[in-house]
């Protein structure tokens, strides 16, 4: 999420929980071959292929498995750390079902497309992260993650999203105009218009990112949104809901790799576009700003000797309420020279 003003926990940075523990093979290994000659003292291990050790090696490999399956065992428990049907079950505990896409069937409320088409389902990531706001969903008081869960939750387009509201100040009227109005009468004057043309008190305004395209919603999107936004159970009585659609601005990326003689230049310059593609991905979102050095490192890869950079030639700076969209990425690769 684009959220700045929203405190949602960033899973990505918590540490990793101790129950999960490292695991070396030389080291359980270690420890049979010590057990071993605990037992028995007098046994002569001098050679790594003596039957003895082969079999340590054996129980300490098999061991490995075991607590790398336990591992994943606990991971499967983390909402950081989860995927698929195990993100599944953890979702149940919040009462947030996976979306099904749009243009897929689901009867009543249980999805009868094929469990291994990823396509017709929403991302691990973004139902991770309506899970993480599915608490926020419970609020009646209109907080920004509530608005947030959900704008996710009335359609599986929405991308991203970002919420605020205009800001006033209350100032005495003028001179000319008191003996006009009832005393102590004081006005309302607009300090932010959150981008809105008329604001107003109890105005809440809501940026909405698609998935498709460049980002911006469709009408369709809105009027999901709008109709679910408006429930009499979710939208608290003062509250007036904005949709906005976002400002897009549209890029393009060029690039010249200059690799190092003798490397596979097909092979390296299909990779670096698609690291760069995820990349920028990874950011088409609200106020995610294309910066060059973001650019020049995901495109520096192993066997690139030095990056072209032919355009953007500056960042591209979005605010909150922005975002920028990618049309074509080009990357080429210069003709090899002996260094």
């Not at 093979?25 to 039957?51: C, E, G, V």
Request: charged share 20%; net charge negative.
């Amino acid at each position: 999420m684009s959220l700045t003003n929203f405190s949602a926990i960033e899973l990505n940075q918590l540490p990793t929980p101790s129950l999960v523990e490292s695991l070396s093979f030389d080291a359980i290994s270690s420890a049979i071959l010590a057990d071993y000659k605990t037992r028995f003292p007098d046994a002569q291990l001098n050679f790594a292929s003596d039957p003895v050790i082969k079999l340590i090696e054996c129980f300490a490999y098999r061991e490995l498995l075991v607590r790398a399956r336990i591992n994943e065992g606990a991971e499967a428990v983390l909402l950081a750390k989860a995927t698929r049907t195990e993100l599944d079950y953890l979702g149940q505990r919040f009462g947030v079902n996976r979306a099904v896409r749009e243009g897929f069937a689901q009867v009543n409320n249980v999805n009868n497309v094929a469990s291994d088409d990823p396509s017709a389902f929403e991302s691990d990531e973004r139902f991770r992260t309506r899970i993480k706001l599915a608490l926020e969903g419970f609020s009646t008081a209109g907080p920004v993650g509530a608005y947030a869960f959900h704008s996710y939750k009335a359609s599986s387009h929405i991308k991203d999203v970002f919420i605020e509201a205009p800001e006033f100040v209350m100032q005495a009227p003028p001179l000319a105009m008191t003996e006009q109005l009832p005393s102590g009468t004081m006005l309302l004057k607009n300090t932010y218009s959150a981008d809105l043309t008329t604001p107003m008190p109890g105005d809440v305004a809501i940026t909405l990112l698609s998935d498709e395209g460049n980002g911006t919603p469709s009408s369709a999107v809105l009027q999901a949104v709008e109709q679910h936004l408006n429930q009499d159970d979710i939208r608290p009585l003062t509250d007036r809901v904005n949709l906005l659609t976002p400002h897009i601005f549209d890029f393009e990326v060029k690039v010249k790799l200059h690799l190092y003689p003798g490397l596979n230049a097909d092979e390296i310059c299909a990779e670096s576009q698609a690291a760069c593609q995820t990349w920028l991905n990874t950011h088409h979102k609200l106020g995610h700003d294309i910066s060059l050095s973001g650019l020049y490192a995901v495109l520096h890869s192993a066997g690139v000797q030095r990056v072209e950079l032919i355009s953007p030639t500056a960042d591209i700076v979005v605010a909150q309420n922005q975002a920028a969209y990618c049309t074509q990425l080009t990357v080429s690769v210069e003709a090899q020279r002996n260094v």
